[in-house]
């Protein structure tokens, strides 16, 4: 299996860009498709992106698209989630996630494998 653990996270205000990293040990990290998702308190875990074995291919929830970037260094065995023009709602804990199965999925019951979390908080 593989353990994922994620930094970056902090407190920003509106407008600001934060990058968040994800390092797996373990397993290969081109094993997986790879995604970001986040939890904000009193409500469910959502994806927020994800990023094919290869990076060939990146998918985005519609609340992020255009303003934040996932990406992979798989010689690094990092994961990336660049996000710029923050908004208070972006204010959650993000979860690095990694996908056995053969197609990348938006499901968090999809996702095999999962860090610990980061927090990151937007302020006015």
């Known amino acids: 299996q593989v353990q994922l653990v994620e930094s970056g996270g902090g407190l920003v205000q509106a407008g600001d860009s934060l990058r968040l990293s994800c390092t797996a040990s373990?397993?290969?990290?081109?094993?997986?498709?790879m995604g970001w998702l986040r939890q904000a308190p009193g409500k469910e875990r959502e994806f927020v992106a994800a990023?094919?074995?290869?990076?060939?291919?990146?998918v985005y929830a519609d609340s992020v698209k255009g303003r934040f970037t996932i990406s992979r260094d798989n010689a690094k065995s990092t994961v990336y989630l660049q996000m710029s023009s923050l908004k208070l709602e972006d204010t959650a804990v993000y979860y690095c996630?990694?996908?056995?199965?053969?197609?990348?999925?938006?499901?968090?019951?999809?996702?095999?494998?999962w860090g610990q979390g980061t927090q990151v908080t937007v302020s006015s």
């Open positions: 373990g397993r290969t990290l081109s094993n997986y498709h």
């Open positions: 990023i094919t074995r290869s990076g060939g291919m990146t």
């Open positions: 996630a990694a996908e056995i199965s053969a197609i990348v999925s938006r499901r968090s019951s999809e996702y095999d494998y």
